[in-house]
């Protein structure tokens, strides 16, 4: 184990550089926060690169006896970490590259909330879908609020980044996969009939919706009916009910 005290220390300096994109981009790390998040990476298939923690702290995490320790005070860890009050424990996690494969997908195309991103994954994850393809305009997977929002799935849900949504959608056509597109001009989302087994919905921005490129490529245009005085639903809401519910003959 190494006590590194500087805020200085150029090992602190790139830690603390895993706050944003670029940094994340450049070393290929992020940065995992907490108790539970730290314990996930380091049962997951993610290579740990270092945990970081408070010296009181350490004892109660299961460490990897491969796994490079530093500890650091309470200010200095602070400092590399994005939540104000953080458990006194973080982790540098390598990132993996690991296709979205599988019978049931579902893609976001420019869902830009960090909190939607990491509720769709976990989501997901809980519902039992195999992979996640993201548009590259979606908040990035391992920025510090995504993360969080997913509680861990992270590391369990394989994701995709495509710069071509629609031509991804394309192939996954092509191969026999139903491709549902969620938007409000669609049809009845309880009447769609039988979707077959394997398709991929597609959960469109915020505030524009799926892409005319992305409804070209659509198989099923669908909507969840509105019954009360609400408009629209929120990104992640929507996703998880249709997640469920496409699921709920597996």
Known sequence: MERITSLKNPKVQGWKALKERKGRRESGCFLVEGFKMVEEALASAFMVEAVL???DRLE???LRPE???YLLPAGVLAAVCDTKTPQGVAAVVRMAQRAAKGSRLIALEDVQDPGNVGTILRTADAAGLDGAILSEQCADVFG????RATMGSVFRVPVTVTD???GYLRGLREKGYSVLSSQLDGEPFYRRGDVGKRFCLVIGNEGN???DGVKAEATHRLKLPMRGGAESLN???AAGIMMYDLMKDE
């Open 209 to 211: 919706g799926v892409s």
């Open 53 to 55: 923690a408070q010296e």
């Open 164 to 166: 071509d949504l629609p």
């Open 60 to 62: 109660e995490l299961a």
């Open 144 to 147: 510090p609020k995504t993360l």
């Open 67 to 69: 796994c490079p320790v």
């Open 235 to 237: 990104a992640a809401v």
